[in-house]
């Protein structure tokens, strides 16, 4: 077995294979950029060496600096992690060359597979069932534009080279293909360096259903059961489940021997996952098709363990040293149900746009080890770090398993409440929003789940005006409190020698201006008026910063934090925010000038789509920005002209910059 490994990666990822390394006896070394001086990988090693720059192609995406630090510290191995250099064949043969053991399959296995027109000319010849589409070499778009006609539409545009939702459009008619290339072509470049695509016919009403897979270099290889990874944004995973809802052993064992076959057809050695697009008839038929293989452990991992009480990154490090595999087909067994719900920092109301900034507040559930857990928690960050546009959105993954799909269903909503992240956007009330949807409580899975349940997932308001307006009062309440305020004559709690005394709260809620008065009786009591509901409002306190409001007939236990002078709620049932108005600071300030188009996100402007003259309405798109390895399209945000644009093709923008300016048109 090895002394030492170099976790060639970041974040959460390189903080688990540190946990079980730890746990093994075997000592770490972490690598990071300018932007992860203090992240927790960092610290979660025993040793750590810099790369470089906070940009992946400054850091983690140099290799030649990565194995000159495996070798100056003397590891025996890297592990890759996901992303980054996992898949990368030119690092896995150059860790061969240097005699350091990549943690990984051999560099053929990730050749075969990396490019997915390649793989699937393979998989046809091992009888791995395909979908209809072009897998060849030519990429010249106008032969692109004709299969993509004779295949017929909707069709499906992949990176060849790519994987993680990135290089990856939808077409739905011909005229709109040629956009939707070009766009699908600067992804790739961007995220693979290679632009090269395929074509499949985009199958209808698909699950997109995952197996395990595992080799040795005995030439053994294991299946390790399923995933259902159909919950998806912008072809994106948002939850993964083990096992598969409806999955019979009949299928189970058919996909499992296929997956066998797909890893046996390239010598694959270690972890990877071979993924199935499953198209679902009428009567309950499934069939399923190959999509690609990953060459390298995959984000939802963790179902996996939990339905089978396994280590998969012990499974790694053991094959990568040559051990067998630890158990054969025979004795691998599911128990219950596990359930992954990826959090991550962005704003689901907004076309799911990445967020980034400091994270104020960061509570989570109570964990228990990982194997087999009932809550496990995978993240590499902390209260007080910088989610930065640099790396991907992800926060964290929560993970439950229970011993049947409703309880695991329930515990990871329960867990899911007691998130509390207050400093950049995030998914976790869309996440809770999916759960609570017929289809997914139902699993009636399938990839375009989220866009059919949009009227419920959307702009939704889980706690409402009375109770958050409430919650905010009484924090402002309880920090106004006497014991805080000894002085009789300091105190801010309304107290009066004579009479009652009634406060008046401003806020904006959801956009719109919204009152509040608070009453002060004189036997001590407190009277809350919002709009036109009035009552009694009580307030208790507890340990660890909850307190209880009582108010129109309900009480809610709540944890209220502030920030920037907005109220962050957190209740058992969701989690809303209200913003408390100073009309002394607003007054004199006029409306902002319409007509401003301004970045969303801080990032790098790919295309503009207009010039200076062009005419412009409404919601057309005019600009391409990327941030966090994603394309993102920014539209007008009013008609008019276009008089200027500011910055150029490549340019780095912050938040909030200026992209173009347009004058906006006159009513006649």
């Given amino acids: 077995m090895f002394k030492k490994i170099l976790i060639a990666n970041r974040g959460e990822i390189a903080c688990r294979v540190a946990a079980t390394a730890r746990r093994m006896a075997i000592r770490t070394v972490a690598v990071y950029s300018d932007a992860d001086v203090h992240a927790n990988h960092v610290r979660a090693c025993d040793e750590s060496v810099y790369l470089g720059g906070s940009a992946p192609k400054d850091s983690y995406l140099r290799w030649e600096k990565i194995l000159e630090a495996a070798k100056a510290t003397g590891a025996d191995a890297v592990h890759p992690g996901y992303g980054f250099l996992s898949e990368n064949e030119e690092f896995a043969q150059a860790c061969a060359d240097a005699g350091v053991v990549f943690i990984g399959p051999p560099p053929s296995a990730i050749k075969a597979m990396g490019l997915k027109a390649a793989s699937k000319q393979l998989m046809e010849k091992a009888g791995v069932p395909l979908v209809p589409g072009y897998h060849g070499h030519d990429q010249d778009p106008a032969l692109l534009q004709r ?38 072509q600067r ?65 189970r064992s058919e996909m499992g021997a296929a997956a066998v076959a797909a890893a046996k057809a390239v010598n694959y050695v270690g972890a990877g996952t071979v993924e199935f697009i499953v198209e679902q008839r009428d009567g309950g038929e499934m069939n399923f098709f190959f999509m690609e293989m990953n060459t390298r452990l995959q984000v939802e991992h963790p179902v996996t363990e939990a339905i089978t009480g396994l280590d998969l990154v012990e499974w790694q490090l053991r094959v990568a040293s040559g051990e067998p595999l630890p158990l054969k087909q025979s004795e691998l067994k599911i128990h219950g149900h596990a359930i992954e719900a990826r959090i991550c920092a962005e704003n689901p109301d907004n076309s799911f746009l990445p967020a980034t900034g400091k994270l104020l507040v960061y509570r989570k559930p109570q964990a228990t080890a990982f194997q087999r857990s009932r809550v496990r928690i995978d993240d ?32 990871l909503d329960a867990a899911l409440a007691q998130v509390h992240i207050v400093g950049v956007a995030t998914n976790v009330q869309f996440l809770r929003g999916v759960l609570a949807t017929d289809s997914f409580a139902n699993a009636r899975l399938d990839t375009a789940l989220i866009e059919r349940e949009r009227a419920v997932l959307f702009d939704r308001e889980p706690l409402g005006l009375l109770l958050v307006a409430a919650a905010a009062i009484t924090r402002t309440l309880i920090d106004e409190w006497p014991s805080k305020m000894p002085d009789p004559f300091a105190r801010r709690d309304g107290w009066r020698a004579l ?56 009480r809610h236990t709540l944890n209220v934090y502030g920030s920037h002078g907005t109220a962050h709620v957190f209740a058992q049932q969701g989690a809303s925010k209200i913003t408390t108005i100073d009309r002394l600071a607003h007054a004199g300030e006029t409306q902002a000038e319409g007509g401003r ?11 503009f789509s207009v010039k200076a003259g062009d005419k412009v309405a409404k919601g057309q798109p005019l600009a391409v920005m990327e941030a966090m390895k994603m394309e993102h399209t920014i539209a007008a945000p009013t008609d008019g002209t276009v008089e200027e644009l500011l910055y150029a093709p490549g340019d780095q923008v912050t938040e909030g910059s200026e992209l173009l300016r347009i004058a906006a048109a006159v009513a006649s």
């Fill in 187 to 251: 992804e790739a470049i961007n995220s693979f360096g290679d632009d090269a695509v395929l074509i499949e016919k985009y199958v209808q009403r698909p699950r997109h259903i995952e197996i395990q897979v595992f080799g040795d270099t005995q030439g053994d290889c294991v299946y390790l059961f399923e995933r259902d990874c159909s919950v998806q944004r912008r072809h994106q995973k948002v939850l993964e489940e083990a096992p598969a809802p409806g999955m019979t052993e009949a299928m």
């Fill in 380 to 411: 590499g960050v902390r209260e007080g770090g910088e989610i930065s546009p640099f790396y991907d959105s992800m926060i964290a993954k929560l993970i439950v398993h229970g011993a049947d799909r409703a309880e695991a269903l329930a515990r």
């Fill in 147 to 184: 299969e993509a006609d004779r295949i017929g539409y909707p069709v499906l545009i992949k990176a060849s080279a790519g994987g993680g939702g990135k290089g990856m459009r939808a077409v739905d008619k011909s005229e709109d293909f040629a956009a939707a290339l070009a766009s699908c």
């Fill in 597 to 607: 188009l301004t970045a969303p996100m801080p990032g790098k402007v790919v295309s």
């Fill in 499 to 554: 009479g009652e005394y009634t406060r008046h709260f401003d806020f904006e809620f959801r956009g719109e201006d919204k009152s509040a008065f608070v009453t002060y009786k004189r036997d001590g009591s407190l009277w809350l008026k919002v709009g036109d509901v009035e009552g009694a409002l009580v307030i208790g306190q507890f340990p660890a910063g909850e307190f209880e409001v009582e108010f129109a007939g309900a």
